[in-house]
Nanobody
């Protein structure tokens, strides 16, 4: 049974930091590209960052470059998103996705709210 579970969301002030985690099971994590997406109210889901495996490479959306960092620990079946210098416009539900070919697995999301 495939499970993808995000955690680490919450309320943070502008300029603050959060670290999201995503633990996956039920598929060969180390052979899947893992991504973080987000969806704000009334907006479409958008790709934030992707990290490939086993050869590690990363890609970021322009709106998070220099602020967010994606990483993974294949031994723990976990992907992380370190978010720094958060802005109110970063408020959204953040989703983790595992992708390989036709296979794509999603988590339920974790809410991130940036507000003073």
């Amino acid at each position: 049974q495939v499970q993808v579970v995000e955690s680490g969301g919450g309320l943070v002030q502008p300029g603050g930091s959060l670290r999201l985690s995503c633990v996956a099971s039920g598929f060969t994590f180390s052979s899947y590209a893992m991504s973080w997406y987000r969806q704000a109210p009334g907006k479409e889901r958008e790709l934030i960052a992707t990290i490939s495996s086993p050869y590690i490479s990363t890609n970021y959306a322009d709106f998070v470059k220099g602020r967010f960092t994606i990483s993974r620990d294949n031994a723990k079946n976990t992907v992380y998103l370190q978010m720094n210098s958060l802005k109110p416009e970063d408020t959204a539900v953040y989703y983790c996705n595992g992708q390989r070919g036709f296979f794509s697995y999603w988590g339920q999301g974790t809410q991130v709210t940036v507000s003073s």
